[in-house]
């Protein structure tokens, strides 16, 4: 799977849009993105993820650019439930089942009120 | 409907000793994978099973095994536990179809090795 990088961390404040970026630069043509978050003691949460369009669901948007080798996570309008770590998964996808997750040390995102 | 199941959510056990930890899936989902969350590696993938049959398995000692039963239900055992082995163990569910949807992880089993 194609390795990740994220900023360590990041803040924003509460109701505005965050945007997390991720690096990928050598994804391959079959490989998705997918993000997941964990709130502090819990499991992590699946949010999103994409193969070359920007998608949208009712957590979260992906833009993910032309050349694949990045892509962005827009939490609309954050709230101070959306503090966690955010983790940027590229990974192959394997419909008859299901292959390990790689995380790597994600995204410390800070909704400041 | 419900959601991944783990048992217990606290174990403490003394080091020599072995543990086993369950995992109950959501309803319908043929897979269970196992990870591994401490401080120092973060979050580390153990192994999946797919209709009682590992198909993969991560960088860790033979120490660490599992299972899984025919109605998904899965168990990891860890045995000559050492305080290393101290983490969070989470387990994640997914379903068999060729749609993409995610996983969905439990709240985990918080392990204690004194």
């Known amino acids: 799977d194609a390795k990740t990088t994220q900023p360590t961390s990041m803040d924003c404040a509460e109701g505005r849009a965050a945007n997390l970026p991720c690096n990928h630069s050598?994804?391959?043509?079959?490989?998705?993105v997918y993000w997941y978050r964990q709130i502090h003691s819990q499991g992590p949460q699946y949010i999103i993820h994409g193969l070359k369009n920007n998608e949208t669901n009712e957590m979260a948007s992906l833009i993910i650019t032309e050349d694949r080798k990045s892509s962005t996570l827009i939490l609309p309008h954050a709230t101070l439930r959306d503090t966690a770590v955010y983790y940027c998964?590229?990974?192959?996808?394997?419909?008859?089942?299901?292959?390990?997750?790689?995380f790597g040390k994600g995204t410390h995102l800070i909704i400041q009120p | 409907k419900a959601g991944v199941t783990q048992t217990p959510r606290y174990l403490i056990k003394t080091r020599g000793q072995q543990v086993t930890l369950s995992c109950s899936p959501i309803?319908?989902?043929?897979?269970v994978s196992w990870y591994q969350q401490t401080p120092g590696q973060g979050l580390q993938f153990l192994f999946e099973y797919f209709s009682e049959t590992q198909r993969n398995k991560g960088n860790f000692p033979g120490r660490f095994s599992g299972r899984q039963f025919s109605n998904s239900r899965s168990e990891m055992n860890v045995s000559t536990l050492e305080l290393g082995d101290s983490a969070l163990y989470l387990c994640?569910?997914?379903?068999?179809?060729?749609?993409?949807?995610?996983?969905?992880f439990g709240s985990g089993t918080r392990l204690t090795v004194v």
């Open positions: 050598t994804i391959s043509g079959n490989e998705y």
């Open positions: 994640a569910s997914s379903s068999a179809d060729r749609g993409i949807s995610g996983y969905t």
């Open positions: 998964i590229v990974r192959l996808y394997s419909g008859g089942g299901a292959d390990g997750l790689t």
């Open positions: 309803s319908g989902h043929r897979s």
